[in-house]
C-alpha cells in the first residue's frame, strides 16, 4: 500500500474521532479570537470534516460567520450546519450587509467545501452571488483565504483533471491556500499565524539555507544574507508556510 498524504489525513481523523477528541479542545493552544467568514459552495465530499474544523475553530473563541451560495443553501443548509458546529452564525442569502462589508469584517476567509464549479467561477474572477462575492472582495483587499480541497480534486489523470489543477495554481496565485478538509482548523490557525508575523523579519546568515534550517523559523520574513542558496524543498517549505525569503542589499 502506498503511503499518500490523503491517506496519512484519513488516519489521523479516524484516530482523533475513536479519541473523541481534537487538537485545538485546550484552550491554551488557542490564539487571540478572530473573525472568520466561511463560504460554503455546496456539495459534500468533506463536509463533515469541515464541520468538525468549524466547531474546533468556535471552541477555541473565534467567531465564525456562514454564507452560503445558493446551490450550497440546498445542498448544506443552515440546520445542516448547526447541527454540526451550533455557534457559528448563519447568515442567508440576501443579507442586508454588502459581500465587501463581509469581507472587510473577517480576519481570515474560510472555503470550507469548494466545488469544482466555483474554483473555475472564482479563477475566472466570476462572482455570481453573494457568497462567492465576498470571497472575491477578500482575495483584493488581501485577506487570507483557505480552502479545502476534498471536492474540487480529480481522482484519475484525465484532460479535465488537468484543468483543475491549473485552476487551482491560479487561485493560489491569488494568495488562496489548500487543504484537506479534516485539516483546515489547523491551517486556519497557521494563515492567521502568518497574518500577525508578517511584519516580523528574521535572519538566517549561513551560506546554505536547507528544509532542516527552515523549520526553526516562523512564518514572515526571512532575510537571507547575499549570494545565500536556498535548496529547492527548503524553497517550496518557504512558500507552504508562508515564510518570504529576502536577501540582503
Request: glycine share 8%; aromatic share 4%; net charge neutral.
Amino acid at each position: 500500500m502506498d503511503i499518500t498524504r490523503e491517506l496519512v489525513d484519513q488516519i489521523v481523523e479516524l484516530v482523533l474521532q475513536r479519541m473523541g477528541s481534537f487538537p485545538y479542545q485546550d484552550a491554551s493552544h488557542c490564539r487571540a479570537p478572530k473573525q472568520i467568514l466561511a463560504v460554503f459552495c455546496g456539495g459534500m465530499t468533506g463536509a463533515e470534516e469541515a464541520g468538525r474544523a468549524l466547531r474546533r475553530l468556535t471552541e477555541c473563541g473565534h467567531k465564525v460567520k456562514a454564507l452560503f451560495t445558493p446551490c450550497a443553501g440546498q445542498v448544506n443548509g443552515a440546520a445542516w450546519l448547526k447541527e454540526r458546529a451550533p455557534a457559528v452564525q448563519v447568515l442567508l442569502d440576501g443579507y442586508a450587509v454588502s459581500p465587501e462589508e463581509f469581507a472587510e469584517e473577517a480576519d481570515l476567509v474560510m472555503l470550507p467545501v469548494l466545488t469544482c464549479n466555483s474554483l473555475a467561477k472564482l479563477a475566472q474572477g466570476i462572482a455570481d452571488n453573494q457568497a462567492l462575492s465576498a470571497v472575491l472582495f477578500a482575495l483584493l483587499d488581501g485577506k487570507p483565504v483557505v480552502a479545502a480541497e476534498d471536492a474540487c480534486t480529480g481522482k484519475k489523470d484525465t484532460p479535465l483533471a488537468a484543468r483543475l489543477r491549473e485552476q487551482r495554481l491560479c487561485l493560489e496565485t491569488y494568495g488562496v491556500r489548500f487543504s484537506p478538509a479534516s485539516l483546515l482548523a489547523e491551517k486556519a490557525e497557521q494563515r492567521l499565524s502568518e497574518q500577525e508575523n508578517r511584519g516580523a523579519v528574521q535572519r538566517f546568515k549561513g551560506k546554505l539555507l536547507t528544509l532542516s534550517h527552515l523549520r526553526s523559523f516562523q512564518p514572515g520574513v526571512l532575510s537571507l544574507t547575499p549570494g545565500a542558496i536556498v535548496t529547492l524543498a527548503a524553497r517550496d517549505e518557504a512558500k507552504e508556510r508562508g515564510i518570504e525569503l529576502r536577501t540582503d542589499t
